[in-house]
């Protein structure tokens, strides 16, 4: 590759905060609004123009269970808030009503119905979206839009700037604490955190609304990355993407269109007035860069009792499994005062099935926006205390505790 040298130039500083979170997903809102509960001065800065990442932009409206699938709620605090939150006008789909009337409950509780229908919900995503933003800036938080973070300044293993790019122009935002929510682990790379790429690149997805028999549905193409899926809907194409190279994930944002139109057509020769109404405005990936954390969680740690515990999740795909999620999956030893959250945390490409999830990304949030206004190091967090704030805030650590 060919480079240019850049003339030198000086930053101006544009804001100053305790906490930046980079990212406005599903790990970015919880990381900013537990801080902001606890005093934190939390900015946040996000590429699009709302909130929500692939829970909304990407109409991933899905939210996946907040259960073990045996009747046990695994995941509570903010990723309970924001399931309820995400479902104020409703649930989406007829099917999700007697799973809600199951779990929205907390007396004459129907264990039996708990156990048959987990603790998820199809919402909509524009409703959600609108009130994230609602619930923060309530919550003072500083939400700038259209801005990505490009480059992070680093003096004595912390970041002092990070480095944006908006419609203002270019500028430096000064910071106590930094947590990466971008879903691709940009600021961890940036700063010279280590990390990693997913082998297991993204196949192609096209979930998109149209509209259909007087109704708007959401049409789930490429819905599960299993080549076996008996119902065909896995495999809408042989290609595979990495989610962090530009041209080729645009490719794969024009790909996901080509094949809408397809369907449409396909669907408009049944029923003629079938018509797409909002389609994912980002990209449908599930994996692509990560942090490799002080620790690296796998799959075999199910039913684990971990010490350093900042929440639970189940398995979105299977009924019994629990895991404790440790805090040393948010932070590396080489830039102390970064945090991860959301599908960027450190695991395994097996354990990423389970931590990419909507539930997963809302305990991490959490669990990293309560430690950066605790601190201005993770790496020596005293972890017991984060811990007691965690549970004074709903959160359930332990399987023993259910
Ligand atoms: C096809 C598909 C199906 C899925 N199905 C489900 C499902 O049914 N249920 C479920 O629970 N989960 C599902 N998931 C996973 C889930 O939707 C996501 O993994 C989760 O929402 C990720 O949240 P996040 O906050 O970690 O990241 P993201 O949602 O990716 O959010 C990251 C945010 O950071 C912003 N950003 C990125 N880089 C920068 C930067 N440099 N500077 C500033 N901002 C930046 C982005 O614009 C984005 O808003 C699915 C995913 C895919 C792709």
């Not at 994912?280 to 692509?288: G, L, N, S, Y």
Request: net charge negative; proline share 3%.
């Amino acid at each position: 590759m060919n480079f240019i040298t850049e003339k030198e130039r000086n930053t101006p500083i544009s804001d100053k905060c305790d906490l930046l979170v980079a990212g406005g997903g599903i790990a970015g809102i919880s990381a900013a609004l537990a801080a902001a509960r606890e005093g934190a001065r939390v900015t946040l800065i996000e590429r699009e123009y709302m909130l929500g990442g692939l829970a909304t932009l990407g109409l991933i409206a899905i939210y996946l269970p907040l259960c073990d699938g045996v009747g046990r709620q695994v995941s509570f605090g903010i990723a309970e808030e924001l399931l309820r939150l995400s479902i104020h006008f409703g649930v989406d789909r007829d099917e999700d009503v007697p799973a809600m009337k199951a779990w929205l409950t907390d007396e004459n509780i129907d264990v039996e119905a708990r156990k048959k229908y987990r603790y998820a919900a199809q919402y909509n995503p524009h409703t959600f979206a609108a009130e994230c933003e609602q619930l923060l800036t309530k919550h003072g938080v500083k939400i700038i839009y259209g801005t990505v973070a490009v480059d992070a300044n680093v003096e004595g293993g912390k970041i002092t700037h990070v480095m944006i790019e908006n419609k203002s122009g270019r500028s430096a935002i000064e910071v106590k604490t930094v947590i990466d929510a971008t879903g691709d682990a940009d600021i961890c790379k940036l700063s010279g955190a280590k990390t990693a790429l997913f082998d297991k690149k993204n196949m192609l997805a096209n979930w998109y609304y149209y509209f259909k028999n007087g109704k708007v549905n959401l049409r789930l193409l490429g819905a599960l990355d299993d080549p076996d899926d008996p119902d065909g809907s896995a495999q809408i194409s042989e290609r595979r993407f990495t989610g962090v190279d530009a041209v080729d994930t645009s490719e794969m944002m024009m790909l996901a269109r080509a094949d809408m139109l397809k369907d449409v057509t396909r669907q408009r020769k049944e029923n003629p007035e079938c018509v797409p109404v909002c389609l994912p405005t980002i990209p449908q990936v599930r994996t692509t860069r990560r942090i490799i954390g002080k620790h690296v969680s796998n799959y075999g740690e199910e039913h684990t009792y971990t010490e350093t515990s900042i929440g639970m999740v189940g398995d979105w795909r299977k009924r019994g499994p629990v895991f404790e999620l440790p805090f040393e999956i948010l932070y590396g030893e080489e830039v102390k005062n970064l945090a991860v959250a959301g599908r960027c945390v450190s695991t395994d490409e097996e354990m990423a099935e389970v931590t990419r999830v909507i539930p997963s990304c809302a305990v991490t949030g959490q669990a990293a926006g309560t430690a950066a206004a605790m601190c201005d190091d993770f790496t020596t967090l005293d972890v017991k205390k984060l811990q007691e704030k965690l549970v004074a805030n709903g959160v359930k650590l332990h399987e023993t505790d259910l």
